[in-house]
């Protein structure tokens, strides 16, 4: 995230206007951050993979919690415990019928 956020700065700098002071404060933290970062730092393939798992926990989470506020309005709607199910069991949740990502 830290090298992201540094190329991100390198590409702003050309549109910061040459001796104005954020021009002098990015080029100050730049200076400060990269010798931080170096030979430890994560590589662009190891950042690309953190940033799909990121988006596909935050797609799966999304599914998970649309299946789950389905559920809740289904049990508000009367669509109370499962017929021959145990006692405070909850009614089985639909099966998606399409895989979620990543799986």
Do not use: E, F, Y
């Not at 309005?73 to 089985?92: C, L, S, T």
């Amino acid at each position: 995230m830290v090298m992201n956020a540094l190329a991100l700065m390198q590409q702003a700098l050309p549109g910061l206007q040459p001796g104005s002071p954020i021009h002098r404060d990015a080029l100050r933290a730049l200076n400060s951050l990269s010798k931080h970062v170096g030979q430890g730092a994560a590589t662009t393939g190891v950042q690309q993979t953190q940033l799909q798992d990121l988006l596909r926990n935050t797609v799966r989470n999304a599914l998970l919690q649309k299946i789950m506020g389905q559920q809740a309005q289904g049990q508000q709607q009367g669509g109370g415990p499962v017929p021959g199910a145990p006692a405070g069991a909850m009614p089985q949740a639909p099966m998606p019928s399409t895989p979620l990502p990543g799986t």
